[in-house]
C-alpha cells in the first residue's frame, strides 16, 4: 500500500512540472535559413543599384573567323640557288689562297689557284686537235670537190668525211673540258699554255666553309670552299602530322632568333607533300625584308597565323578564370523580391579557344542556343567577386 502511494505521488509532480515548462515556454523564433532564399551554387543575384556599380552589360555570342597561332620550331637556311659548293672537275696542289670564312666574294672573283701537269696536257690536246681539224677540213673540201668531177671515189670520201667529223667532235669535247676548268678556248694559243688555273666564285656571298692551304693536293670529289648568299634567306620548319591541315603557302609568319624580341616577318611559299617516319613535315617560309643578324644555320622559334572556319566567340573580357577554369556569366532572369527588382546570373564553365584581336572562341556545353542567350561581356569580373566574397555584395 505504501508503495503505490509513493509512486502516484511521483506522477503528480512530473505532471505538474511538464504543464509548468509548456505554460511558461514561448515559441521560439524560426531561423533566417527558414525565410532567406538559398540560391544554387552557380547563381549570382544583383540589385539594380549594384549592377550598376558593377558595370554590367550585356551582349550576345557572335560567329566569326579567328586567327590563331601555331608555334613551331626551325633553323634559318638560304635558298639553293643562292648556296654554293665549289669544287674542281680536275684535282690538283693549291698554288695560292687569302681567303678565310666570313670573306664577301663576288661572282667570278679567283678564290684560289690551282696546279698540275694534266692542265698542260689537256690544253696540248686540244691545240693540237685544232690543227689537224683545219687540215681535215681542207682536205675533205679538197675531195668533196674531186668527187663532184668523178676524179675521187664515193669510198676514199666517205673515209675523210669520218675523219674530219671526228676531229670535230674530239675538238668540241675537248673545248667544254676546257670550260670547266675555267680556261677559254678561244684565246688559247701555242704561247700561253698554262699549268694552273683559278677556281672562281660561281656567285656573290660570303665565305661559309674554306677547306684549303697553300701545298695541298685536292681531289674532283673535294669541296674547297663555300658560299652563302643572305639576300634571299628561308625558313625550314618542322610542323607535326596533326597540324598540317592549319598551314598553307602565303600565311604569314613572325619569328624570333636567339630568344630576342625583336620580330621579323616570313610568309609560307611551299608545304611538303609527305610526312615522315617521325609524324612530321617540313614547312618553307622565304623571310621578308632585310635581317641584319638573321644568318643560315640560326635557329628560330616562329607563330604561324592560322585561320579557320567561323567559330562562336566572346570578347576576351567576357571570360573570367577561378580555380584553373573558364568561365562566362549568362543572365537568367530579372525577378523582385520585397518590391525590389533584381537579375540572375549564371556562372557556367567553358573551353577557351584561339584569340584574335580582342575576341576568344568559346566552346560552350551542350543545350545552349547561341541565337537567344545573353551573355555578360562587360563587368564580368566584378560578378566573379560578387561570387567569391558573397557578403560584400549580397543582396
Known sequence: MKKHTIIIA????????????????????????????????????????????????LGSIEMRPMKGLLKVNGVVTAAPQNTATVCMPMGGFIRSTSLVPGNPVVKGQT???????????????????????????????????LYKDDVYSQKNLQQVTTEYKNLKAQLKALEQKLSLLGLNPAILTEDNISRTVPVTAPISGYLRSVNVNIGKYVSPSDVLFEIINNDKLLL????????????????????????????????????GKSIGTDKIMKVYASVQGTCRNVIPGMYVNADIETVGGEVASLPSDAIVSFDDKDYIFMFQKNKEEDGKPFAEYRMVEIHKGVADNGFTEVILPPGIDLMTVKVVIKGAYNLLSAKKNAGEMAC
Not at 511521483?10 to 531561423?31: D, E, N, R, Y
Not at 598540317?244 to 610568309?267: C, L, M, P, W
Request: aromatic share 8%.
Open 111 to 145: 678564290l684560289a689557284v690551282l696546279e698540275n701537269q694534266d692542265f698542260i696536257d689537256l690544253q696540248q690536246n686540244y691545240l693540237e686537235t685544232r690543227n689537224k681539224l683545219e687540215f681535215a677540213e681542207a682536205d675533205y673540201k679538197r675531195h668533196s670537190e
Open 236 to 271: 625550314e620548319l618542322t610542323l607535326f602530322e596533326k597540324d598540317a591541315d592549319k598551314v598553307s603557302a602565303g600565311q604569314k609568319i613572325r619569328f624570333y632568333i636567339n630568344n630576342e624580341t625583336e620580330q621579323h616577318d616570313a610568309v609560307i611559299y611551299q608545304v
Open 10 to 57: 511521483l506522477s503528480i509532480i512530473i505532471s505538474m512540472g511538464t504543464t509548468f515548462v509548456s505554460c511558461s515556454g514561448k515559441k521560439a523564433p524560426a531561423t533566417e535559413a527558414e525565410t532567406e532564399e538559398v540560391l544554387p551554387e552557380d547563381i549570382v543575384e544583383l540589385r539594380d543599384d549594384q549592377q550598376k556599380a558593377a558595370c554590367i552589360e
